[in-house]
């Protein structure tokens, strides 16, 4: 059985809507195990992800936004150390454009460190075919269009 790990942003929307649902369907679909690291818990360290890999086959990490410097760190040590772990980066927001009206206001520093990660992800997710469209041209990376996941 293979573990999914999911890393999201906050607890709010974009845990539930964009990480955490859609991966218990996949996982309701492949019979794999979901591992959930909350946004605010402490990272697993190289140490515990070696054990995960011997015990289990995880196949990949679904992350959301990263704009802090350990953050980016993090992810650039991971991807050295589990070069066979695929990274899948998740977005719902432009987020290096938010609208005029938003209280989000990302600095050059936040956004370097987005670009970063974007670059080290192997797939990118999002909510829309537009979003798609502005993810190919800032980061010539093809996303796949995930709508958000509703349960009526």
């Known amino acids: 059985m293979s573990v999914i790990t999911i890393f999201p942003a906050d607890d709010g929307g974009c845990k539930f809507y964009r990480n955490v649902q859609p991966v218990e369907r996949y ?12 946004h605010d818990g402490s990272m697993p360290n190289p140490a515990t992800w070696g054990k995960l890999q011997k015990e289990h086959d995880v196949k990949f990490v679904l992350i959301s936004r990263v704009f802090s410097n350990e953050g980016r760190n993090y992810w650039e040590r991971f991807k050295r150390l589990f070069p066979d772990v695929k990274i ?3 977005w719902d927001d432009l987020l290096w454009k938010p609208h005029s009206t938003s209280s989000f206001k990302p ?5 370097k460190n987005l670009d970063i990660v974007a670059g080290l992800a192997d797939r990118l997710i999002c909510s829309t075919t537009p979003l798609a469209e502005s993810l190919w041209h800032r980061y010539k990376k093809r996303a796949v269009v995930l709508p958000n996941m509703i349960d009526e």
């Open 27 to 38: 996982a309701t679909i492949t019979g794999d195990a979901i591992g959930l690291c909350e």
């Open 88 to 90: 899948y980066m998740d």
């Open 107 to 111: 600095d050059a520093g936040c956004l």
